[in-house]
Nanobody, 125 residues
Framework: QVQLVESGGGSVQSGGSLRLACAASGYSFKSINYCMGWFRQAPGKEREGVAIINVIDATVYADSVVGRFTISKDSTENTLYLEMNSLTPEDTAMYYC?????????????????WGQGTQVTVSS
């Protein structure tokens, strides 16, 4: 059974930084075709893709976070990370970790099979 547990959310001021982590169990970082990502959902808005990473460490970012956010993974620790810098109030949302087994890896909410419960990020001006 796949379990994803996010941590690292919190409240920061505009311009600040946070590092989110997603601990995965029951999900193999040694698979040849995995894809993991971070998504976020602000109140009253649809869930949107933030960043994804695949088995060969290829990454894709949403335009709104390019140059500010960095996705990475530690395969030995089965943990996914999202480093967030230069945060703005527009980044305020619940952040979710997601995973799937597939060669195709895109910033598409509908493609992911496994989801964490989320961690709240609040950025004040």
């Amino acid at each position: 059974q796949v379990q994803l547990v996010e941590s690292g959310g919190g409240s920061v001021q505009s311009g600040g930084s946070l590092r989110l982590a997603c601990a995965a169990s029951g999900y193999s970082f040694k698979s040849i075709n995995y894809c993991m990502g971070w998504f976020r959902q602000a109140p009253g808005k649809e869930r949107e893709g933030v960043a994804i990473i695949n088995v060969i460490d290829a990454t894709v970012y949403a335009d709104s976070v390019v140059g500010r956010f960095t996705i990475s993974k530690d395969s030995t620790e089965n943990t996914l990370y999202l480093e967030m810098n230069s945060l703005t109030p527009e980044d305020t949302a619940m952040y979710y970790c997601a995973a799937k087994y597939s060669v195709s890896c895109r910033l598409d909410v509908s493609m992911f099979d496994f989801w964490g419960q989320g961690t709240q990020v609040t950025v004040s001006s």
